[in-house]
């Protein structure tokens, strides 16, 4: 196994709900198999594509589009399988294979082609007791096509993923920490709207949005945080201009800063916006900045996440006698002279 390998594996073990734990998978992902974006589908009961996350937001209205007209509809006319038929099998579906019906298709022309996208590879996640879903890579014009290799190492990376999606969805005990390189900005007018987005912004509002009733509390919160900056500047009594929303993909910070304009009379505020990351999520990010052979890191990891040397040694199917030996290459390597300290040094923002 890869230390990319070991290192999705881990992530899938975390236990999180798979709605929050999917943007990590899917950033994982490239170390797997190199692409330009990646996109997950969830399925639902019926074989209909039920909720998706993509790393690219400007494909957000395209994979709307293809929830609401193209699954188990157009589709069919492109690439011979619907959506529901694909998450039902176990199978790799490389797009190349398709040739040149792909790119004259409608599929091709106005879902992919618009933003980016050349070629996709996609793959079936079938967890037990619960509908899955599909993974789906891309890669841009002058990339060159996924290759039998590609589809090998996506297939050896599926049953992890079909672990993680059947991890409880559960939120409520889930501790979060900043994570301070993920900041999306908006400039916003006092009326709600948004003059502009960076590209962190656009994608953390639209994983901030939801469901439809999400993104109307987004806006309408938005809105009241703007006018109280607002109203702050003016003297005026109002509530911090700043307000947290929490759904399924995360924790999400938002906070209003006054924006000076030179060459507009319109009032604008600044919003950052900062997605806050599971706690275990942030901490096998820093365990796997040790640099420790894969075997080791994910045997701390699961120290990590409070089990015991025999818990861990069993969840690794190795002998306890092991477990103790790799915990000592550990405290070797990163100079720590007890668990505890080895614990700290994971928690710490400043490993």
């Known amino acids: 196994m890869t230390s990319a390998s070991a290192y999705f594996r881990q992530y899938c073990a975390i236990g999180l709900d798979d709605r929050i734990v999917m943007p990590t998978l899917m950033q994982a992902m490239h170390q797997i198999v190199p692409s330009n974006f990646n996109v997950f589908w969830w399925a639902g009961e019926s074989g209909e594509v039920s ?13 709307k589009r293809y929830m609401s007209e193209f699954a188990n509809k157009r589709e ?14 176990h199978n790799v579906r ?32 079938k967890p037990t007791g ?32 079909a672990h993680a999606l059947a991890a409880p969805r559960d939120t409520g005990q889930i501790e979060y920490a900043d994570c301070g390189d993920q900041v999306g900005m908006l400039i916003v007018s006092l009326q709600g709207k948004v003059e502009f987005a960076n590209e962190q912004g656009r994608l953390f509002l639209r994983l901030a949005q939801g469901s439809e009733a999400d ?32 759904n399924a993909s995360g924790v999400f910070q938002f ?7 030179t060459t507009s009379t319109a009032r604008l505020a600044c919003v950052w916006i900062t997605r806050l990351v599971p706690k275990a ?23 990590a996440r409070g089990l015991s040397h025999s818990e861990a040694s069993r969840l690794m199917g ?15 390597k990163l100079g720590v002279a007890s668990r505890e300290e080895l614990l700290k040094r994971i928690q710490s923002d400043n490993p």
């Open 76 to 89: 069919m006319k492109s690439v011979s399988m619907s959506f529901g038929q694909h998450v039902k099998q």
């Open 318 to 332: 190795i002998s306890l006698h092991t477990g103790k030996s790799y915990f000592d290459s550990i405290r070797d």
């Open 130 to 161: 619960r509908p899955g879903g599909s993974v789906m890579l891309t890669r841009a014009p002058g990339e060159r096509p996924f290759s039998a290799a590609d589809e090998r190492r996506l297939e050896s990376v599926l049953p992890y993923l």
């Open 51 to 63: 909720g998706f996350h993509t790393e690219n937001p400007n494909a957000i209205p395209a994979a």
């Open 215 to 246: 993104e109307l509390e987004v806006f309408a919160r938005l809105t009241r945080a703007v006018q109280a900056l607002d109203a702050i500047q003016r003297g005026t009594a109002a509530p911090p201009p700043a307000f947290r929303l929490h």
């Open 281 to 303: 999520i942030k901490q096998l990010a820093t365990i796997q900045t040790f640099g420790l052979p894969h075997r080791l890191t994910e045997y701390c990891a699961a120290l």
């Open 255 to 261: 906070r209003c800063y006054n924006m000076e304009s």
């Open 94 to 125: 490389n797009a190349a294979q398709l040739g040149s019906a792909l790119f004259e298709s409608d599929f091709y022309q106005e879902l992919l082609k618009p933003v980016g996208i050349r070629t996709l590879l996609r793959a079936s996640v």
